[in-house]
Each structure stands twice: as C-alpha cells, then as structure tokens.
C-alpha cells in the first residue's frame, strides 16, 4: 500500500484496523485488542454496536445532509432536546460541532462575541489551568496549559494564563484535609483574576475530571463550588470542558453534575459520537444565547458539517443504548470493580503511586519511588514502553508522560466501553501488570 497519509506517527508502519467486535479491535493479521482506552475515551459502546449500525442504516436510507443555512433536521433537534433534558440547570442551547476542538474554539468565540455585545469589550483573557489540553485548534490551543505543545505555535490568538490544577496526589499537603485543599487551589483563580484585572477576563476553562494529560483526576469535592462562586463574583463565564469525561464516562451523563455546579457552558464529544460519526457539542446557558439572540441576531461562527444528520442519528442512538441499557449505573458498577482490580494489582506495587478516577475513567500513575512520590526520569521513556508493551499483548491502553503539574511522571488512562465484562476487566489489569512489568525490566 502506497503511505500518503500523514498523521500522528510518522515513524514505522502502523497495524491495520480491518473490523471491531465489542470490547475488541481486530487487524488484518486477525490480531485482537482489548481497547482498554477506547481509544481516547471515545468507544463507549464498545465496536461495531447493533443499534447505532441500525440507526446509521435507517438514517442514511432517508437523509444524510441538509446544510444548516437552509433546514434544520429532525435527528439534530431530537438531540438538542435530549440533551438539554439531562444537562445541569440552566442549560438549554446547543450548538452542534464535529468534534472536541470545535467545540472549545466555539465556547471562546461565544464568550468573546457575548461579551462584546453586552457592551464588556475589554472582557477577552481566558483563565484555564497548567498542563491541560482543551483541543489542537488555534484557539483551543490557546486555552491550553501544555508548554510543549503552545511553544511552537506561540504568539497563540487568545491570551491566556494558567493556574494551577486540582491535583490532590501531588499539592495536597500532608495534615490538609481535602476539602481545605480544594479551596486553598480554587482561591488561585481570584489571585489570578485579581492580577490580570477582573473586568479583562471573560471566562475560566476546566476538565471537571482530567483526562489525557493527567489520567483521570477528578477535582476534589467543593473545588468546583468555589471556582463557581468566584466566576460569579466576577462576572466570568465558566466553561468545563467534558470532551473526554462526559457523556456518561464517569458515571454520570455530565461529570459536573456530580460536583453540583451549572456552569455556564459545556463542551462534549468523544463519546457524544462514540466512534460511530465525529460530534461534538457546545451546550450553552440560555442567558447567554439569549443575549446574542436580543444583539446582533446570531452567532457569528460555522462550520459546514454542523448538525450533520447522520452523526446526530448516531449520537441519539448512543443516548437509546445508554438510556436503554442504564449503561450509567453500569459504569458506576463496573468501574467499581476496575479500580478494585486496580488496587489489587497495584495497591502495593513499588513503582505505583496513585490509582484514581470515577467511573469507567480510571488512572494509574506510576512513580520511581513511592514513599517520595520521585517520578521516574522522562529519558526512560517509560509510558512509551508500557503502551508498546500493552499493544503487542493485545491491549490498547492510553499511557502518557509528564502529569498535569508539568513534566513530572507517567501514568496510564484506563476507558474502556462501558460494555466491559468481568472477565475482560480482569484480562485488562493482567495485560497491563505484564506491560508495566515489561517496561520496569
Ligand atoms: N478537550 C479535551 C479535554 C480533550 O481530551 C480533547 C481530545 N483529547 C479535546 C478537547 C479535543 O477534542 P478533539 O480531538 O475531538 O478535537
């Protein structure tokens, strides 16, 4: 096969994704994987899922598009309705993206373009926090804490600082007690705002749960009360991010519902499509909008795929399987049992520092000395050896280096669709304990 296609990896042939079964991939050679991450916490029905080819079937045989300057279409409204019924108080819009990125960069243009029609121009600067990643765009990318990944593309069109993360493993100090260190780090955010000037800030952007740069860190209790309290005393837009830990990953539709906070806007995708077509979304309080709408009449943003009928077919027949099958207490049950088989495996190991998460969004952080919390020397490249390891064992597992406090350490993001059996989970922590222990050796 001629190799035109450039993307992530340049280096070396790939395997061949031929077809998906479940909790499964399969490649040419007949190879299986357990996908442990589904992908990056995409495939939460797992592959190859009747319903959703159904559903794909039957929209296709009618309509697969009709561009939103000129119709609306049943499949997006059913969607918008449906999830607005599930999102946090207040939230009633939706604008529907193809993806992640798109999703960030249309939360940022909305908080700009708001701004400057409720007569607040100065309001520009973005608040998010160090390490994060909100997305590969140039805006999104803005947002983000990565130094690696802006620095190349530095000066980035939206000015944004960054504070520190809700990161307990690492910045609790030892006689604080959670909750104490939950707001002493929410408390950033006013120093920050206090320092830039509150009337040119217009929003903070967070991962209620941090996913890909952190391995499934889950802000602590009352973090995200706080940080509500002082973007409403500032008049600041709050925008969580849920690309990767909403739509159900952590157990709930919406992980910020766990922490009891509306926020103002929220991003989804990932799972939104499940791998079956890319959707993203942007879920907005119907304040906002509306203050657009009594403006100049509209968002002054697009894209042509939006509210693609058939990637809404297949985001509500995600909705039908995780409604229909209360995939939700599934995930809870489920996830309960991975990260007891985690704390099995691990709870003692000497290279494992911390193993957290929620749901079936769980992490593994891996240390060179537990007692000290030293992370291992980046040059071993050891997240690398574990995710090769894992792979040629038949696991997709997602490991990353550096967590959300900088360059420090490994971890490993566990995600696994949310039809996770018991024996596959058990097969799971096996592969990993072998791929870990390969890449000790
Ligand atoms: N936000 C978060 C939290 C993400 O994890 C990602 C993707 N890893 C994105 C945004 C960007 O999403 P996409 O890759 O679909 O553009």
Redesign the pocket.
């Known amino acids: 096969m001629a190799n035109h296609i450039f993307g992530r990896s340049t280096k070396g042939q790939l395997p061949t994704a031929v077809s998906g079964d479940g909790c499964y991939l399969i490649d040419a050679a007949g190879k299986r994987y357990l996908d442990g991450s589904g992908g990056?916490?995409v495939s939460c029905l797992g592959h190859s899922n009747a319903h959703v080819r159904a559903a794909l079937h039957d929209q296709l045989d009618r309509l697969a598009f009709a561009h939103t300057g000129f119709f609306t279409s049943d499949p997006a409204e059913v969607l918008a309705d449906r999830l607005v019924a599930e999102a946090p108080e207040g939230i009633d819009r939706v604008y529907l993206v193809s993806?992640?990125?798109?999703?960030?960069e249309a939360a940022i243009k909305l908080a700009r373009q708001y701004f400057m029609e409720i007569g607040q121009p100065l309001r520009h600067r973005v608040i998010a926090r160090r390490q994060?990643?909100?997305?590969?765009?140039l805006g999104?990318l803005a947002a983000g804490g990565n130094e690696w990944r802006r620095t190349q593309f530095a000066p980035l069109l939206v000015e944004t600082s960054h504070i520190a993360p809700c990161y307990e493993y690492r910045d609790r100090r030892d006689n604080e007690a959670t909750e104490a260190y939950g707001q002493r780090v929410a408390d950033e955010l006013e120093t920050e705002i206090q320092r830039l000037g509150p009337e040119s800030v217009m929003a903070f952007v967070a991962?209620p749960v941090v996913?890909?740069t952190a391995g499934a860190v889950p802000a602590v209790p009352g973090y995200l009360k706080r940080v509500r309290e002082i973007c409403d005393r500032h008049g600041i837009l709050l925008i969580l991010?849920?690309?990767?830990?909403g739509m159900g990953r952590t157990g709930h539709l919406f992980a910020c519902l766990e922490d009891d906070v509306s926020p103002d806007m929220i991003?989804i995708?990932?799972g939104l499509g499940a791998g079956y077509q890319?959707i993203?979304a942007l879920l907005v309080q119907g304040a906002i909008y509306d203050a657009i709408a009594a403006g100049s009449g509209f968002f002054q943003h697009g894209h042509t795929y939006m509210g693609h009928a058939m990637a809404a077919a297949a985001a509500n027949a995600v909705l039908d399987e995780i409604k229909g099958r209360d995939l939700l207490a599934r995930v809870r049950t489920q996830g309960e049992k991975l990260d007891a088989a985690l704390r099995v495996e691990f709870g003692q190991h000497p290279h494992v520092g911390d193993i957290r998460g929620r749901g079936l969004f769980r992490g593994v952080e891996l240390v060179e000395n537990r007692e000290t919390k030293a992370p291992f020397d980046p040059a071993r490249k050891f997240n690398a050896r574990i995710k090769a390891n894992a792979f040629e064992a038949g696991l997709i597992c997602y490991p990353m280096g550096g967590t959300i406090d900088g360059q420090r350490g490994d971890h490993v993001l566990l995600a696994p669709p949310f039809i996770i059996e018991d024996n596959q989970i058990d097969e799971l922590v096996t592969k990993l304990s072998g791929a870990i222990k390969g890449a000790l050796a």
Request: proline residues 4%; hydrophobic residues 30%.
């Open positions: 990056a916490a993806g992640g990125s798109e999703a960030v994060s990643y909100h997305g590969n765009t999104a991962e996913g890909a991010d849920e690309v990767m830990c991003t995708a990932k890319p993203g």
